[in-house]
């Protein structure tokens, strides 16, 4: 089995790449040659960079499958299909639960909730376009490739090697235990998948040549995000108190806060039918827990910092 992965080097790559590995697949990547350099050895890569347009370097190859986990504008996107039509025979899209619409959602909801218009005009990526931007390059796929598609819609991913500090920040909170500041109702359900559970899904899609959409959600048991802070705090052997705190002392893009509580409650039941496992909660919460204490634990970018925790459990 031939497989491409454009952007195998970070995260969701990364994990995908080596998933594709363990499976015994013929693995080649594509990127810009300035992230994981020392990531995979004997493995070819070829060097292109799709903001540019760069993909001379996928005219020459041929694979089973291309899995494209850095498309987010339709640009990218069908540039990179250009690169590789005719001698890929399925391509895979990383896309995002952010595609679907959150009038009427309900829990459980399927891969077969209505989806948000497509946008094509902006390649600018904030909170109103991402997902819309990611349903024009999903009809681009559909359209290019038909049957010969496959989308994979995660929601938010999590585990060792993230850089967006969505898990990591809670992790680490409840490691410290005391008082956690929590800006909205501990209530709310949390889904996250971990990274090498999207990536069995995803290697086992392209083995088995399944057409589809896929939403990647987790975990398997139904989780609060107050309960999901205790079991951070479980595995470092600390004793948290969750504390609710105004929504307006947080800064904004608050870690796993969702004002729609039924966007973590959709269905995983056809990603796991096609093959998606589920790591334990706490076992990837153990992992990340691991994994950024021997990184040395650099600053986050996203949740309160000590000071603003502190400003927030002062305002209850």
């Not at 990274?195 to 589809?212: C, E, F, H, K, P």
Request: hydrophobic share 40%; with cysteine; net charge neutral.
């Amino acid at each position: 089995m031939r497989v491409l992965v454009l952007g195998g080097t970070s995260f969701v790559g990364r994990a995908i790449a080596e998933d594709a590995l363990r499976a015994g697949a013929e693995l080649t990547l594509f990127g810009r040659g300035k992230t994981g350099t020392d990531l995979f050895p004997g493995v070819p890569r070829l060097t292109g960079d799709r903001d540019t347009g760069d993909y001379a370097a996928l005219r020459g190859g041929r694979w089973d499958a291309v899995i494209d986990v850095s498309g987010y504008v339709p640009r990218h996107v069908g540039q990179a299909m250009d690169a590789v039509w005719q001698r890929a025979g399925r391509y895979v899209f990383i896309s995002s639960h952010a595609v679907y619409r959150h009038e009427g959602l309900e829990p459980g909801a399927t891969e077969d909730f209505p989806r948000r218009e497509p946008l094509r005009d902006t390649e600018v990526l904030d909170g109103d376009s991402y997902g819309r931007l990611k349903v024009a390059c999903e009809d681009d796929v559909l359209a290019r490739y038909g049957s010969r598609a496959t989308i994979v819609r995660p929601g938010k991913v999590a585990g060792p090697h993230d850089g967006q500090d969505g898990l990591t920040y809670w992790v680490r909170r409840g490691a410290r235990g005391g008082q956690v500041a929590v800006p909205a109702d501990p209530a709310q359900p949390v889904q996250v998948i971990d990274s090498r559970d999207l990536a069995r899904l995803v290697v086992q899609l392209v083995t088995d040549d399944r057409r589809g959409a896929f939403q990647a959600v987790g975990p398997a048991e139904p989780v609060t995000l107050g309960g999901l802070i205790q079991m951070c705090a479980d595995a470092a052997g600390t004793s948290v108190e969750v504390v609710r705190v105004p929504a307006e002392a947080a800064p904004p893009l608050f870690p796993l806060i969702r004002p729609v509580w039924a966007t973590q409650q959709r269905s995983a039941a056809r990603a796991r039918a096609a093959g998606m496992p589920a790591t334990p909660l706490p076992v990837t919460i153990a992992d990340v827990l691991a994994w950024d204490r021997e990184r040395g634990e650099p600053p986050l970018g996203r949740g309160f910092t000590p000071e603003q925790q502190a400003a927030a459990l002062a305002r209850r």
